[in-house]
């Protein structure tokens, strides 16, 4: 999870019986995404993060990807459809999870 998304989704995603999930306060550059994301099955991202297709093919083992923020525009859709990658955009998920 990228850029400051709230603690109560790590909270959720542990309650739910992820075991792995790190936090990320804020945006990482492509190379070092490229250098982490190889064992990721799931990437939650804000507006700030581009997912290039560098990163994508990088991306072994990547299922899904969660963009908190409006709309897709900073993901390489046509690569992350290639990959068999899911894409969703959930705008409204962190306000929801500070209001709980």
């Not at 993060?49 to 859709?77: H, P, S, W, Y």
């Amino acid at each position: 999870m990228l850029e400051g998304v709230h603690p109560t989704a790590l909270k959720m995603f542990e309650e739910a019986g992820y075991a792995e999930v790190e936090l990320i306060k804020g945006a990482m550059s492509e190379d070092e995404l490229v250098a982490k994301i190889s064992d990721v099955h799931l990437l939650g991202i804000r507006s700030k993060t581009q997912l290039t297709k560098k990163i994508l093919d990088a991306a072994d083992r990547l299922l899904a990807v969660g963009a908190f923020c409006i709309g897709t525009n900073q993901i390489e859709m046509n690569t992350a459809t290639e990959n068999g990658i899911a894409v969703f955009n959930s705008p409204f998920s962190i306000r929801v999870q500070l209001l709980n």
